[in-house]
């Protein structure tokens, strides 16, 4: 097993990675791709985001090519037919990495090992090893030879959004870094933010953070608010609904587009706004129900945490990978044969406020989940910039692959370790959460409040909207949408 | 009173011809009728009281007291007197007809006369003869005469050209007090001068009766309006933003160079060895069925084409694949298509849409300069939608969106323009609104045009050159 590298630091020097993150106005890249010119990118691998990142940098000027394994290219893959297809030059690794001036490693995390060993004798002395995930890095210490330089750029978006961003004139957040460690001419810097430029993300906002925060941070959101408890969110819901006499129909499409329409409003406004969404006594009742939500699930959001901090995280993954992957396929195929997923979405009309009304529930889920996400990261030592990306403004488009296919897509898109990670809350979170749904009636699920007149106590609406203004999620996302104001998606 | 115009086809002197006029007015209704200048639109009036020659179809149910006040009758008028004038066969001095003869030609009322001519204040000009009258006080004679016949149907030419403010504001009361008592016929080019109580409008387009709108319909309304400001003002194209200009190209190079471009899709070839230059102050059509390409090939231009780092291709100074960025060939174009639209569904206000076109973005991300905004500012006033600056591009009709999208791809004067069927999807009115703003681009600026379509009748005044793309 290889040595977790972020263990092997003082506890000093730990704290002070994990607390790097500084936003980086669009004024600091007055250079635009200039430190790129003349160089040769080299990119392995042509998969989501790899297609995205370069054709990315290409438009914005630089010398993009793909290396794909051997394999690949015999067989002419999708990767291969993605790249050819493009005009971009394909070759094998022999062909293209002793030409690089910057290889970029954009395989699944869990090749990397494999990937990293077999081209680092090929690349040239001097050259720039970058990342879009820290993984490799951070929490299988990879060791990468002296003389390279080592560099992350994160498009905090899947691959789709970083290349329809950039043709819109564009970009997604970016989160950057250099591994201090290999960093021998000091340009890592100078070499990310050109990288940043080309692919657009320096317009929507680039943060300079580590690979560490940029990994527990990653790790943490991905698992818990993103996609683990969206899915058990949904497999509880669903269950709910069936067991009190809804239709299984409306259920499965109340959940499968419900997640999608109520992140929405928290894609624009935050918590606050997604629970404005809802009336006074609704709301009253989401606010409720996710306090309780919080204090059952604090625990395990702290253990998320824990375990990630401390390295148990990745060595029980990773001695999954090495198990051939036994747990991943089985809860895989568990999640296929749930009643939800096997529901499809009934034939029925839901208004766009019906999804919020009759999915109080959803969004108190949802409200949880990021504060507690959010909470746990930032008392980990993430700075709130980053907590928040990683949990508040990645779930909108999570929530999104759910609407397109359910589980299967969400599991799908995300990569093994954030699908891995959710397996894991979900198998912890359904039990936990089992007492508290024998309280739940279609009231807050399915059918929405019966109540006469929407009346409230005003002294606890006051007590309610001031303290979801005041977490402080709402003050980061404020900031931080400020600088994407236009960003506007409408449907 | 039900006048009817059924396919009535009229000369005048073969100066003008109005065609194939159908048309039908009756008593409940006040019509304006509208259009550029030399539409018509006087012509269609003067129809009414009987001018012009028939050649085919019918014209029925005119009344038999007919009100017509216009330049024409009012210049025949005129011309008459000078002609008494020089008819000196008396062999003394004609003092000419004075006001009050020709203000009651007969049998008019003359109490109303008297009334009608303290209201326009034209008691001290009743005994001067008629041709030592200025422009606008003849004028006004002709509408106290018209006003004073007390006839069945009302048809007024331009009735408030010339008129003080005073004068104008106490003539549209008048007017509306008639509402009742006669039908009324108006012909006017301004919006703003149109009465209340009109009720129906018609739209007068080189001869031809193109709309006919309730004035109730606001949609219809509004984009009438906006079709007569662009036919009618003579606003100039708003010049660029010299802050970011784009850089100056060499003019001895072409705009666009395509070297034998070959473009294929899972072995089917999309584009074959196809050569296509483009000079500058060309402009072009494309046109070619669907699946013929054309798409494709704007895309190779505008950098949208994967496939065009692996052509031979030279665009605006560049020899593609050599380090630029597609930002630097994009400043060069403005461009218009349909799959735009679709993608720009932004909630973003118009001012921002138009702003956005210098950055040639979806959105805006940057800080628009004051001088930017002043500059959309005169392509929303351009447009007649100066009202309407921050209003969301999403909550625009379809063919607004196309409006302002032409405008956001000129704001900041490309050297080309691309239209990718920019009239597709539009109805006739959106699509004549369309034509007008890219004419008065084509003749107003340097730009040259790109224009792709393939029907036969949109095609714009000035366009010379042509690729033809045929089905693979
Ligand atoms: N997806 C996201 O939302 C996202 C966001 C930010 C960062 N990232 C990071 O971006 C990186 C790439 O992720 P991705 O989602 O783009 O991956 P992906 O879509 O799964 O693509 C991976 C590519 O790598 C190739 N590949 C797979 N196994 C390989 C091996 N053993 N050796 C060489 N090539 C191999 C695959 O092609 P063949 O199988 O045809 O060879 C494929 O083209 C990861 O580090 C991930 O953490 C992802």
């Known amino acids: 097993m290889p040595n977790n590298y972020f263990n092997t630091l003082p506890l000093r020097e730990q704290l002070a990675q994990l607390a790097k993150c500084r936003f980086m106005d669009i004024s600091e890249f007055p250079d635009g791709v200039e430190a790129l010119k003349g160089k040769k990118i080299v990119v392995i691998g042509c998969g989501a985001q790899g297609l995205a990142q370069g054709m990315n940098l290409r438009d914005s000027g630089c010398d993009v090519s793909y290396t794909l394994r051997a394999a690949a290219i015999a067989e002419k893959r999708q990767s291969w037919k993605s790249a050819t297809e493009n005009g971009f030059v394909v070759g094998t690794y022999e062909e293209l990495i002793p030409t690089a001036d910057v290889v970029l490693n954009l395989t699944p995390d869990k090749q990397h090992t494999a990937v990293v060993n077999a081209i680092m004798p090929l690349m040239k002395q001097g050259a720039c090893l970058s990342y879009s995930h820290g993984f490799n890095i951070v929490e299988e210490g990879m060791k990468i030879r002296e003389d390279l330089t080592v560099i992350m750029v994160a498009p905090k978006c899947p691959g789709s959004e970083v290349r329809n961003e950039y043709v819109r004139g564009f970009g997604v957040p970016t989160l950057i870094a250099v591994h201090e460690d290999n960093d021998p001419k000091g340009e890592g810097l100078a070499l990310a933010k050109a990288y940043a430029v080309g692919t657009g993300g320096h317009k929507a906002g680039v943060l300079m953070s580590s690979f ?105 993954m990773m001695e999954d990978w090495a198990n051939d992957d036994v747990n991943l396929l089985g809860w895989r195929a568990e999640t296929a044969e749930t009643a939800f997923e096997k529901t499809p979405a009934g034939d029925v009309e839901i208004s766009e406020q019906e999804y919020f009304d009759h999915g109080i529930l959803m969004v108190a889920m949802v409200k949880a989940g990021v504060e507690l996400a959010f909470e746990t990261m930032t008392a980990a030592g993430i700075v709130a910039d980053s907590a928040y990306y990683e949990s508040l403004h990645e779930t909108p488009l999570i929530a999104n692959t759910i609407a397109r296919k359910k589980l299967y897509e969400m599991n799908a898109t995300i990569s093994d370790t954030a699908e891995y990670g959710c397996y894991l809350y979900n198998h912890a979170c359904l039990p936990l959460l089992a007492d508290f749904m024998k309280g739940i009636k279609t009231d807050v699920i399915g059918r929405g409040l019966a109540v006469d007149d929407n009346g409230v106590d005003n002294a606890r609406l006051i007590e309610v909207n001031t303290a979801l203004r005041a977490h402080p999620v709402e003050a980061i996302g404020t900031v931080l949408r400020g600088h994407m104001a236009d960003m506007k998606k409408i449907v | 009173m039900n006048i009817c115009l059924d396919n009535l086809t009229v000369n005048f002197d073969d100066r003008f011809q109005l065609d194939e006029i159908n048309w039908q007015l009756d008593d409940s209704q006040h019509w304006v009728i509208t259009g550029a200048n030399g539409s018509g639109k006087s012509a269609l009036a003067a129809v009414l009281a009987g001018i012009g020659e028939h050649i085919s179809g019918t014209l029925s149910g005119v009344p038999a007291k007919v009100g017509i006040v216009s330049f024409e009758a009012q210049a025949e008028l005129i011309e008459a007197e000078l002609k008494k004038d020089d008819a000196d066969i008396m062999d003394v001095i004609s003092a000419g007809t004075p006001v009050y003869e020709i203000l009651n030609p007969g049998n008019s009322n003359q109490q109303l006369i008297d009334e009608l001519v303290e209201k326009f204040s034209m008691q001290s000009l009743v005994n001067r003869a008629f041709r030592k009258l200025s422009t606008g006080e003849s004028r006004k004679v002709m509408l106290i005469r018209a006003l004073a016949s007390e006839p069945d149907l009302l048809v007024l030419d331009e009735p408030f050209d010339g008129l003080d403010a005073y004068t104008l504001e106490m003539l549209q009361e008048y007017l509306t007090s008639l509402v009742e008592t006669v039908p009324m016929v108006l012909v006017l080019n301004r919006f703003d001068e149109f009465p209340e109580f009109i009720t129906h409008i018609a739209y007068i387009d080189d001869g031809r009766l193109q709309h006919q709108i309730d004035r109730n319909d606001s949609k219809a309304y509004n984009e009438l309006y906006q079709l007569l400001h662009l036919k009618t003002t003579d606003l100039q194209v708003p010049a660029a933003d010299p802050e970011t200009a784009i850089p100056r190209l060499d003019p001895a190079q072409p705009l666009v160079h395509l070297n034998n471009i070959d473009i294929k899709y899972d072995d089917h070839k999309i584009i074959d060895s196809l050569n296509w230059t483009i000079e500058r102050n060309q402009h072009w059509q494309l046109s070619g ?34 380090g630029e960025s597609i930002w630097q060939i994009k400043q060069f174009i403005g461009y218009v298509s349909t799959a735009l639209q679709w993608e720009y569904k932004v909630g973003t206000g118009l001012r921002n849409v138009i702003i956005s076109g210098f950055y040639d973005s979806i959105g805006l991300y940057t800080k628009a300069t004051d001088r930017q905004k002043k500059i959309a500012d005169e392509w929303l006033a351009l447009l007649g939608m100066s009202n309407r600056a921050d209003v969301p591009f999403n909550k625009l009709s379809y063919g607004d969106q196309r409006l302002l999208l032409i405008a956001r791809a000129m704001v900041k004067h490309p050297p080309l323009l691309i239209l990718d069927e920019p009239c597709l999807g539009l109805d006739d009115m959106n699509r004549q609104l369309v034509l007008a703003l890219i004419e008065k681009i084509c003749a107003g600026s340097e730009t040259s045009v790109l224009y792709v379509n393939h029907h036969p009748e949109d095609q714009i005044k000035g366009i010379d050159n042509y690729l033809a793309l045929e089905k693979k």
């Open chain 1, 212 to 316: 560490i925060a940029e990994v527990k941070s990653d790790l943490m959101g991905e698992q818990t608010i993103l996609c683990g408890m969206l899915q058990t969110g949904s497999l509880l819901c669903f269950d709910k609904m069936v067991e009190e006499g809804i239709d299984p129909g409306y259920a499965s499409k109340l959940i499968q587009f419900g997640w999608e329409t109520v992140t929405e409003a928290l894609k624009y406004g935050g918590v606050t706004n997604m629970l404005d969404r809802l009336s006074n006594p609704a709301k009253i009742k989401a606010f409720d129900l996710s306090e309780e939500l919080k204090q059952i699930m604090r625990p395990l959001y702290n253990k998320h945490q824990d375990d990630i901090i401390d390295g148990t995280f990745s060595r029980t």
């Open chain 2, 289 to 322: 069925p669907n699946g013929s390409g054309k798409t494709c090939l704007l895309s190779l231009i505008t950098g949208d084409h994967p496939q065009c780092y692996v052509n031979d291709i030279f665009v605006f100074g560049f020899q593609r694949g050599n």
